[in-house]
T-cell receptor
Framework: GENVEQHPSTLSVQEGDSAVIKCTYS??????FPWYKQELGKRPQLIID?????GEKKDQRIAVTLNKTAKHFSLHITETQPEDSAVYFC????????FGAGTILRVKS | GAGVSQSPSNKVTEKGKDVELRCDPI?????LYWYRQSLGQGLEFLIY????????KSGLPSDRFSAERTGGSVSTLTIQRTQQEDSAVYLC????????????FGPGTRLTVT
């Protein structure tokens, strides 16, 4: 069945450094890969997504890369700021959204 | 409304009681999803509606869980004979239609079963 593995489970970085979160998936039919940011006590918010016909997408300090052959995709945050601290979830969409377990990102100032 | 709304925001109930959770999707969105988020855990898919029909109920954890959607808008998730393991945040999301990937989440209902 569908499965998404997300690593690391926690990540601490110094303000200004980069953060990278990686996900692997098993469903070769998956064609949409969103990333959600969930701040404490808040709902998940879509921050960036990528479709299977694209290898990389960038939006300001956030970028996502996709390797369909290897079935993995990554979130890259550059110049991290304290407000980037949150839980980040990757997901893949074959016939429904399946989420990774989440990564707690802490940005230390 | 501007976004997905859910009610109540918090619900405390005694084990064995039934609860109803409500979701109002974004106006015009025909696809609606229910998820469950247990403490410190990821998001678990429960059920998907396209219009009033539910083509995918595969995530409902037991027959105590049911959901309906009427008029292609508001949805209710009902949990009968609640158990302590049902305690979680129940999130609803909507998307424009069955071909739209982007899902927008509501604020969730925190359910505590004592």
């Amino acid at each position: 069945g569908e499965n998404v593995e997300q690593h690391p489970s926690t990540l601490s970085v110094q303000e200004g450094d980069s953060a990278v979160i990686k996900c692997t998936y098993s469903d070769s039919a998956s064609n949409y890969f969103p990333w959600y940011k969930q701040e404490l006590g808040k709902r998940p918010q879509l921050i960036i997504d990528i479709r299977s016909n694209v290898g990389e997408k960038k939006d300001q300090r956030i970028a996502v890369t996709l390797n369909k052959t290897a079935k993995h995709f990554s979130l890259h945050i550059t110049e991290t700021q304290p407000e980037d601290s949150a839980v980040y979830f990757c997901a893949e969409y074959g016939n429904k959204l399946v989420f990774g377990a989440g990564t707690i990102l802490r940005v230390k100032s | 409304g501007a976004g997905v709304s859910q009610s109540p925001s918090n619900k405390v109930t005694e084990k064995g009681k039934d609860v109803e959770l409500r979701c109002d999707p974004i106006s015009g969105h025909t696809a609606l999803y229910w998820y469950r988020q247990s403490l410190g855990q990821g998001l678990e898919f429960l059920i998907y509606f396209q219009g009033n029909s539910a083509p995918d109920k595969s995530g409902l954890p037991s027959d105590r869980f049911s959901a309906e959607r009427t008029g292609g808008s508001v949805s209710t998730l009902t949990i009968q004979r609640t158990q302590q393991e049902d305690s979680a945040v129940y999130l609803c999301a909507s998307s424009l239609d069955r071909w739209s990937y982007e899902q927008y989440f509501g604020p969730g209902t925190r359910l505590t079963v004592t």
